[in-house]
C-alpha cells in the first residue's frame, strides 16, 4: 500500500476539498443570482418555475437609487479608509515602537469597539451626535464608521511596524535622510502589506455597516446595505437578492481596486526606483 | 582640517543595578585620514560611543568636534558621516545601484550622476554588473560590500564603522580588511571603527583605543601597545597568557619562588606589580643546560615540568608547572615532538622583552 505523505495526502483529498470550497464560496451566490433572476421561486420547487429580469430592471433602473447608495458607500468607505489610515499611523508607530505608561489602556481603548457590542457604543455615539448636530449627516456617519474600523487598521500597521528594523532608518539617515525621507523611502514601502490588509478590513466594514448608519444617518443617509435591508426583510427577496449579489460585486471590486492601486504605485517603484 | 574630536562625552545607560554603565570620555581625538580602532569586549559602550558621534544616540554631556566647528547640535543626516553596521542593512525594496545611490540622492544629485557614481563605486568593491539586483540575491559578504559603497559613495568626512565584518566567516573577514584598508588609504578616509576583535583591530588600525566599561584605558600605535600595556588587564585582552602578580626589587622579579631577572629596572624596589611573560617569549634549551657546552646565562633558565600539552594550528602550546607558578609557552610543532605530561622541560627566555607593569 502507498504510504500515506503529505504529497499524496494533498493528491487524494486535493480534488474534493477544492470542490467543497468552491462549493460553499459560490453556492450561496449562485442561489442568490438565481433567486434574483427567478418569478415566485417558493418551496417545494426545486427550481424556479419561470426567469424573469424584473428584479435586475428595477435594481439597475434610475429611480431605485441604487447608483447613488452604491458611490455614496463606496465615497463613505473610502474617506473612513483615508482616514483611518492617517490616524492609525502614527498610533501604530508609537505603540510598536515605545513601551510608555498606560500603553496597555490606550491598546484597550483602541480595540474596545470591537470588543464591545456595537449596538451599546453606538447608541452613546448617537447620543452625543444629537447633541452636536451630526446626525443625519454623511460627516456623521463617517465619523462613526471610524469606531469599529480602526482597530483593524491600527492591528494592522502595528504588524507591519513590528517587523520593520528600526536599525533601517538609522542607516538611512547616516545616508542623509531626514525624518520625511526615512518614512517615504524606507518604512512606507515596508508597510504596503499592512496598509493593504488593514485598508482592505477598513473597507470591507464600513461597506457593510447597517445598524451604525441606520442609527447615525437616520435614514437620511442612504448606503447601500439600508438601500437593500427592506427588500430581504420581507419586501421582494428577489430585488433583495440582487442588491446582495451587487453588494458582494462591489465589495470584491472596491478590494480589487485598491490592492492593485497599491500595489502597482509600490510595484513601480520598486522596479524604477532611483 | 577634518579630525574627529570628542569632549567630555558622558552617557548613562541604567537597565538595572546588574546592567548598567556609564561612557565617559574625557577627550579623544581622531587624526585625519587615520583608521582608529575602539577595541573592546562586548556591552563595552563603544557602540554606544559610535552612535554618539553619528548623532544617532544624544550623550548626556560632551560635544563632538569635526575639524574647528562642533557637530554636536546637526541631526544626524546632515551631518555628513559614512556608517556601517554590523548587518549590511540595505535597503530590501531597492535595487543595489539605488541602495548605493541612496545617500546621493538624498543629497539632490541628479539621476544620471549618481547612477554613474553608483556604478564606479560599485567597481572599486569588486561588484560590477551586480547593480540590477535586489540585496535579497546577494550574499552577505556581498551585501556588506554593498553597505561599505553605499557609505563610500557620498565621500563622507569621517567613516564610522561598527563591527562591520563580525557576522561574515573568517576568510570572507579577511578579503575585506584588506578591501577596507585599500579604500581607506585610497580616500585619506578618517575612520573611526569598532570591533572587539582583537586581530582585526591590529591588522587595521593606525592607532588603537582600549575600553572598558565605558572608559578608554589606553591608547597608542598598534605594536606599542601591544609592547607596552599599561595594565594586566590589557596585557591579557591583547593576547598575553603569563601574566603574574608579584613584586619587583633590584632587577630580579619574584611571585612565591617563582623568579625571573628583569635588567634595565633596578629603579624599582619591592615594587608590585605584573611581569608579563609571553608565550612565545619562552623557548625550550636545545641542549640540557647542565652540560659545560650551554651557552645559556644559568640565571635565565626555568625548570618545570608539563602539564597539559595542547596541538593548535602547527604550534604546541604547552602548560609548564614550575614550584609555585604555571606558565605556557607557545612553540613551533616541527621543532620537536610534542611534549608528554609529567616530562622535565628547562626553559629560557630574552629579558628585554619582559615588561613590568607596576601597581599603584
Known amino acids: 500500500m502507498e504510504k500515506l505523505t503529505m504529497k499524496g495526502l494533498r493528491h487524494y483529498l486535493g480534488f474534493p476539498m477544492g470542490l467543497l470550497l468552491t462549493f460553499t464560496m459560490a453556492l450561496p451566490i449562485i442561489a442568490l443570482l438565481v433567486n434574483s433572476l427567478s418569478f415566485g421561486w417558493r418551496w417545494p420547487d426545486l427550481f424556479p418555475q419561470a426567469l424573469t429580469n424584473r428584479a435586475w430592471s428595477y435594481v439597475l433602473s434610475t429611480t431605485s437609487g441604487t447608483y447613488a447608495s452604491v458611490g455614496l458607500s463606496l465615497e463613505i468607505a473610502l474617506v473612513v479608509t483615508?482616514?483611518?489610515?492617517?490616524?492609525?499611523?502614527?498610533?501604530?508607530?508609537?505603540?510598536?515602537?515605545?513601551?510608555?505608561?498606560?500603553?496597555?489602556?490606550?491598546?484597550?481603548?483602541?480595540?474596545?469597539?470591537?470588543?464591545?457590542?456595537?449596538?451599546?457604543?453606538?447608541?452613546?455615539?448617537?447620543?452625543?451626535?444629537?447633541?452636536?448636530g451630526l446626525t443625519e449627516s454623511v460627516l456623521g456617519v463617517i465619523l462613526a464608521h471610524l469606531a469599529p474600523t480602526l482597530p483593524y487598521m491600527v492591528r494592522a500597521l502595528i504588524i507591519s511596524f513590528q517587523t520593520l528594523?528600526?536599525?533601517?532608518e538609522d542607516q538611512a539617515r547616516t545616508l542623509g535622510a531626514g525624518w520625511w525621507q526615512c518614512f517615504w523611502q524606507i518604512s512606507l514601502p515596508h508597510l504596503v502589506p499592512g496598509i493593504v490588509a488593514g485598508a482592505s478590513l477598513s473597507i470591507l466594514i464600513s461597506l457593510s455597516q447597517y445598524l451604525i448608519t441606520f442609527l447615525i444617518g437616520g435614514g437620511q443617509v442612504v448606503t447601500l446595505p439600508l438601500l437593500m435591508f427592506p427588500f430581504i426583510n420581507g419586501g421582494d427577496l428577489a430585488i433583495g437578492s440582487a442588491y446582495a449579489v451587487l453588494?458582494?460585486?462591489?465589495?470584491?471590486?472596491?478590494?480589487?481596486a485598491m490592492s492593485w492601486v497599491l500595489k502597482h504605485y509600490y510595484g513601480k517603484r520598486l522596479d524604477f526606483h532611483i | 582640517m577634518n579630525h574627529l574630536y570628542l569632549k567630555g562625552i558622558e552617557k548613562g545607560y541604567y537597565h538595572s543595578d546588574s546592567d548598567s554603565f556609564e561612557l565617559n570620555i574625557p577627550q579623544l581625538t581622531i587624526q585625519e585620514g587615520e583608521l582608529f580602532a575602539l577595541l573592546g569586549p562586548s556591552g563595552c559602550g563603544k557602540t554606544t560611543l559610535l552612535k554618539v558621534v553619528a548623532g544617532l544616540l544624544e550623550p548626556d554631556r560632551g560635544e563632538v568636534w569635526l575639524g574647528d566647528q562642533t557637530i554636536s547640535k546637526i541631526p544626524t543626516e546632515k551631518r555628513g558621516l559614512g556608517m556601517v553596521f554590523q548587518q549590511a542593512l540595505l535597503f530590501p525594496h531597492m535595487t543595489v545601484e539605488a541602495n548605493v545611490a541612496f545617500g546621493l540622492k538624498m543629497q539632490g544629485i541628479s539621476k544620471g550622476v549618481r547612477l554613474e557614481k553608483a556604478k564606479s563605486m560599485l567597481k572599486a568593491v569588486g561588484l560590477s554588473g551586480f547593480g540590477d539586483r535586489f540585496p535579497a540575491e546577494l550574499s552577505g559578504g556581498q551585501q556588506q560590500r554593498v553597505s561599505l559603497a553605499r557609505a563610500l559613495v557620498t565621500c563622507p568626512q569621517v567613516l564610522l564603522l561598527d563591527e562591520p565584518f563580525s557576522s561574515l566567516d573568517p576568510e570572507l573577514r579577511e578579503e575585506m580588511r584588506d578591501l577596507l584598508k585599500g579604500l581607506q588609504q585610497d580616500y585619506k578616509l578618517t575612520?573611526?571603527?569598532?570591533?572587539?576583535?582583537?586581530?582585526?583591530?591590529?591588522?587595521?588600525?593606525?592607532?588603537?583605543?582600549?575600553?572598558?566599561?565605558?572608559?578608554?584605558?589606553?591608547?597608542?600605535?598598534?605594536q606599542i601597545l601591544y609592547e607596552n600595556p599599561n595594565s594586566p588587564e590589557i596585557a591579557m585582552f591583547l593576547g598575553a597568557k603569563n601574566v603574574i602578580y608579584g613584586q619587583?626589587?633590584?632587577?630580579?622579579?619574584?611571585?612565591?619562588?617563582?623568579?625571573?631577572?628583569?635588567?634595565?629596572?633596578?629603579?624599582?624596589?619591592?615594587?608590585?606589580?605584573?611581569?608579563?611573560?609571553?608565550?612565545?617569549?619562552?623557548?625550550?634549551?636545545?641542549?640540557?643546560?647542565?652540560?659545560k657546552f650551554s651557552q645559556i646565562n644559568r640565571d635565565l633558565i626555568?625548570?618545570?615540568?608539563?602539564?597539559?600539552?595542547?596541538?593548535?594550528?602547527?604550534?604546541?602550546?604547552?602548560?609548564?608547572?614550575?614550584?609555585?607558578q604555571s606558565v605556557i609557552l607557545s612553540f613551533p610543532a616541527d621543532q620537536s615532538s610534542k611534549p608528554g605530561l609529567g616530562e622535565v622541560l628547562e626553559l629560557t627566555y630574552d629579558p628585554q622583552a619582559l615588561v613590568f607593569i607596576p601597581e599603584y
Open chain 2, 248 to 291: 619587583l626589587s633590584q632587577g630580579v622579579f619574584q611571585s612565591g619562588s617563582f623568579k625571573l631577572a628583569v635588567p634595565g629596572k633596578e629603579e624599582f624596589n619591592q615594587q608590585p606589580g605584573w611581569i608579563v611573560l609571553r608565550s612565545e617569549n619562552l623557548k625550550l634549551c636545545p641542549v640540557p643546560a647542565s652540560t
Open chain 1, 82 to 132: 483615508i482616514i483611518n489610515l492617517v490616524l492609525g499611523m502614527p498610533g501604530a508607530y508609537a505603540l510598536a515602537r515605545y513601551n510608555f505608561r498606560g500603553k496597555l489602556l490606550v491598546e484597550g481603548i483602541v480595540y474596545a469597539p470591537i470588543i464591545v457590542p456595537a449596538f451599546a457604543s453606538t447608541m452613546g455615539i448617537q447620543m452625543t451626535f444629537l447633541r452636536l
Open chain 2, 191 to 222: 575612520t573611526l571603527l569598532v570591533t572587539h576583535d582583537v586581530n582585526e583591530a591590529f591588522v587595521l588600525a593606525d592607532k588603537i583605543g582600549i575600553m572598558k566599561q565605558g572608559r578608554i584605558m589606553q591608547i597608542d600605535q598598534p
Open chain 1, 247 to 256: 453588494f458582494s460585486g462591489m465589495a470584491g471590486l472596491a478590494l480589487y
Open chain 2, 302 to 324: 626555568l625548570r618545570g615540568s608539563v602539564e597539559k600539552s595542547v596541538f593548535s594550528q602547527g604550534s604546541y602550546h604547552v602548560t609548564v608547572q614550575m614550584d609555585s
Open chain 1, 165 to 168: 528594523n528600526p536599525s533601517l
